[in-house]
């Protein structure tokens, strides 16, 4: 009986495991299309009125749309005039505007991009004590300091701006999508963050 007992829990548990990451992630794909119609919807809707589409054909027709809009853009901001007209609204509104150089910092970090400032990934010992934090090095300075960015999860776009004496920070080696993916995950993924940190932390006695 201890024995059936102890199969059914292990099966029902090893089931879950399988289950719900699957059904987690279904459902976080399921919630951001629910996103991209709603802010779509206007559009599906004046072809829905214009043509006998259905709106599932017309969200594909739009997002198809909206794909080819910002291919023929990147096409257009590779040549000498469109990177000119780029920056040029870029450095005159768009860097302006609260939490916009954040965010396509942390777009381009998730596509690859390898000029985001977020140069590497360290623990941080904010107050002096033993606790550490996750945190970005966006920046070193001449005297020794260096500029953080501690991110809060799940949301990486937000968080806050520390500049530590270098002692503080202990920079680990671990690539920056895999902490962005941890902090996203509130943590969960970390083992290799922690695993990695080695010499580099300083322990104080």
């Known amino acids: 009986m201890k024995k059936l007992k102890e199969f059914f829990k292990s099966a029902l548990i090893g089931g879950l495991l399988v289950v719900l990451p699957l059904g987690i992630m279904i459902g976080i794909v399921a919630w951001i299309f629910g996103l991209v119609r709603k802010a779509i919807f206007p559009l599906t809707r004046m072809i829905m009125e214009k043509s006998t589409m259905q709106a599932i054909v017309a969200d594909i027709l739009v997002i198809s749309v909206i794909i ?3 291919f023929i853009v990147g096409v257009l901001v590779r040549t000498r005039l469109g990177t000119w007209i780029y920056h040029t609204l870029e450095n005159s509104f768009l860097k302006k505007t609260p939490g916009y150089t954040l965010i396509k910092e942390t777009v381009f970090q998730f596509l690859g991009n390898k000029k ?5 990934v360290a623990l941080v010992k904010l107050y002096g004590n033993d606790t550490l934090a996750s945190a970005f090095i966006t920046d070193t300075h001449d005297n020794g300091m260096c500029t953080v960015f501690v991110p809060t999860g ?3 776009t937000s968080g806050n701006i520390f500049h530590l004496d270098s002692q503080y920070v202990f920079p680990v080696d671990i690539p920056v999508e895999d902490a962005m993916r941890s902090i996203i995950s509130c943590g ?5 963050l922690i695993s990695r940190m080695g010499k580099s932390l300083k322990v104080e006695g």
């Open 68 to 70: 080819t809009v910002c």
């Open 116 to 120: 985001s400032p977020f140069s590497s």
């Open 154 to 156: 799940p949301n990486p």
């Open 188 to 192: 969960a993924g970390s083992s290799e």
